[in-house]
């Protein structure tokens, strides 16, 4: 489903900004405030992974060889998603929209960015998180950017699934390996995903509407998406439980607060949306990423202090 471009953007004469101002567009393309997220992740799983403090020039190489990642599929999702951001409000702005950055350098940025990734981590690391976070951006890029986005609403479900590789490279950058606990966390990710995304989607429905992509917002009625919202949230804080055979009582009770406070968030939308009390779906926007930091760091700090496990 192509979105059709609006007069004056598709065929636009190109900005000429300052060096400062191209790198700055170069940078946009990359979303940093996405990837400052994603590092959110990481960092804690390398605390797990480690039972501990891990050493430090190997944390600061996964998390510049995964923000390069991140911000390779990224640049080349803009790339492949320029004619939709050209008709939604939200993302009109983008460098590619505005010709702040050309089509073809954007591209070469993506895969310049991608091959340097995949040898920091495999030179910095392992092998194994170099090829993770090869297949990440890959998985974004042609899975979740090329064919889910566009054809189904179960897009953000299965298309999420890049996102929280993170934690797996995370894991596997300190032992070499990808054990259970890094899947539990991949798993709170991937169950996280939908929630976060969805409430956004509530607020820019005519956005996506307008673009012609099947967001389950714009294919479903708010009563069906702050239900399966609610659902999500549920097994998003059942699943950071599984962490606790793994971790102490400092973990599972900073899980157990948060949880609780996420579900009544979640229950709180669901609810306004069926009684028609006006609904405010970005709050468990802004919440659902503060939720995840703060589960997030709740690992990190067990990790750090060393307790015995819980169970």
């Given at each position: ?104 350098g ?30 990440a ?24 699934a ?57 294919v ?41 406070a ?11 949306v ?23 760091f709740?690992?990190a700090v ?10």
């Amino acid at each position: 489903m192509k979105a059709a471009a609006q007069p004056g953007l598709a065929h636009g004469s190109p900005q000429s900004p300052g060096r400062r101002g191209v790198l700055g567009a170069y940078v946009a393309l990359t979303k940093p405030r996405v990837i400052e997220l994603l590092l959110v992740t990481t960092i804690p799983a390398m605390f797990l992974a480690q039972r501990g403090f891990p050493p430090l020039g190997l944390v600061l190489v996964t998390l510049v060889g995964g923000a390069m990642a991140a911000g390779s599929a990224n640049a080349l999702n803009c790339v492949a998603d320029s004619d939709i951001d050209a008709v939604m409000d939200r993302t009109k702005k983008r460098p590619l929209v505005n010709y702040r950055v050309p089509r073809r350098g954007a591209l070469v940025f993506g895969l310049v960015l991608g091959a340097v990734s995949f040898a920091v981590l495999a030179l910095g690391a392992n092998l194994l998180s170099a090829v993770l976070a090869l297949g990440a951006i890959l998985f974004y890029v042609l899975v979740y950017t090329l064919v889910l986005k566009r054809r189904t609403a179960q897009n953000i479900v299965w298309g999420g699934a890049a996102g929280c590789m993170p934690v797996v490279i995370g894991w596997s950058a300190v032992t070499g390996t990808v054990e259970w606990p890094a899947l539990v966390m991949f798993a709170v990710v991937f169950l996280w995903t939908p929630p976060h995304f969805w409430s956004l989607a509530m607020k820019y429905r005519d956005d996506y509407a307008r673009a012609g992509v099947p967001m389950l917002p714009v294919v479903a009625t708010e009563r069906q998406v702050s239900a399966r919202i609610l659902v999500y949230s549920w097994a998003t804080v059942a699943s950071t439980l599984l962490l606790v055979p793994a971790t102490s009582w400092i973990y599972f009770a900073g899980a157990a607060v948060l949880g609780a406070a996420f579900l009544v968030t979640a229950q709180r939308l669901h609810s306004a949306v069926r009684n028609g009390s006006g609904a405010r779906p970005m709050k468990l926007f802004h919440l659902s990423n503060l939720y995840l930091a703060l589960v997030f760091f709740a690992i990190a700090v067990d990790a750090a202090i060393g307790l015995p496990p819980l169970v």
